[in-house]
């Protein structure tokens, strides 16, 4: 893992963005995986001024994202469907028919999981996977105690999770209690992974992350298995790691 230390949320955007921009350079036809929360919302505001400023092209990029809420119509103004719409989607050249999320008002939500799974792995698999992580150490919407060798499926979502997404919401009872969700399987497929984390809230989080042994009642671990996994993390979040862990992390 490498770990690259920015100064504020600011910074953690504009290191996220540049990473993922160089990405669309290097690969036109990058397969993207998308994240939503607050932690990405300063990374997609970067991309969208840079394809303002300096028109890099979406056209042959196709993206997936992480996770959906089950029953909760796309229109929903909570959606993710909404969400990336409204963050990214309208403001960029990405044809409509290349950006996907799983559907969680579908009729068979097995067979939908399973469709979702295909179209990942027919479109030549995720080049690149953004990732914010939950204050639990969940990662798209792998709870604690989620297989390892999950791929996309349904989950119950913990209370915790409700919780900290009740923000968005009139009230917590209106927070979805299933999800559509990558697995973490799915996700270590992914070619290369970004991970991004902000703020004092996630600082238990990183730290589990580095310092506690690989185990699924911490989902993100998982991501020391991989190959290419960046993470960027800013310095409230980075309030517990030691500097000698920093530096040994910056491989
Ligand atoms: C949400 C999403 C995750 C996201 C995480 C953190 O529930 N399903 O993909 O990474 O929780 O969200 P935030 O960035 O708002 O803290």
């Known amino acids: 893992m490498k770990l690259i230390q920015a100064k504020n949320y600011e910074d953690m955007s504009e290191k996220a963005a540049a990473y993922i921009i160089k990405q669309v350079h290097s690969k036109s036809n990058s397969v993207l995986g998308l994240a939503t929360g607050g932690t990405v919302i300063g990374t997609y505001n970067r991309l969208v001024e840079?394809?303002?400023?300096?028109?890099?092209?979406?056209?042959?990029?196709?993206?997936?994202?992480?996770?959906?809420?089950?029953?909760?119509?796309?229109?929903?103004?909570?959606?993710?469907?909404?969400?990336?719409?409204?963050?990214?989607?309208?403001?960029?050249?990405?044809?409509?028919?290349?950006?996907?999320?799983?559907?969680?008002?579908?009729?068979?939500?097995?067979?939908?999981?399973?469709?979702?799974?295909?179209?990942?792995k027919d479109s030549g698999g995720i080049d690149l996977q953004l990732l914010g992580i939950g204050q639990n150490g969940h990662i798209g919407f792998n709870e604690p105690g989620a297989s390892f060798d999950s791929v996309t499926h349904i989950v119950n979502l913990t209370e915790s999770t409700r919780k900290a997404n009740a923000r968005y919401f009139e009230?917590?009872?209106?927070?979805?209690?299933?999800?559509?969700?990558?697995?973490?399987?799915?996700?270590?497929?992914?070619?290369?992974?970004?991970?991004?984390v902000s703020g004092e809230s996630k600082a238990e989080a990183i730290s589990r992350l580095i310092?506690?042994?690989?185990?699924?009642?911490?989902?993100?671990?998982?991501?020391?298995?991989?190959?290419?996994?960046?993470?960027?993390?800013?310095?409230?979040?980075?309030?517990l790691i030691k500097r000698e862990q920093k530096e040994v992390l910056s491989l």
Request: glycine share 2%.
């Open 171 to 196: 009230s917590i009872d209106k927070v979805p209690t299933q999800a559509i969700t990558m697995g973490i399987a799915t996700i270590m497929k992914s070619k290369k992974i970004l991970l991004l």
């Open 50 to 120: 840079d394809y303002k400023q300096s028109n890099t092209s979406y056209s042959n990029v196709h993206t997936f994202n992480l996770d959906e809420y089950v029953a909760m119509p796309r229109s929903d103004q909570n959606s993710y469907h909404t969400y990336m719409d409204k963050q990214l989607f309208r403001h960029i050249n990405l044809p409509e028919d290349q950006s996907f999320l799983p559907d969680g008002m579908a009729n068979d939500l097995q067979e939908e999981c399973q469709r979702y799974e295909r179209l990942i």
């Open 211 to 239: 310092n506690e042994p690989i185990h699924n009642n911490n989902p993100s671990s998982v991501l020391k298995n991989h190959p290419d996994v960046t993470i960027i993390a800013d310095e409230d979040a980075l309030s």
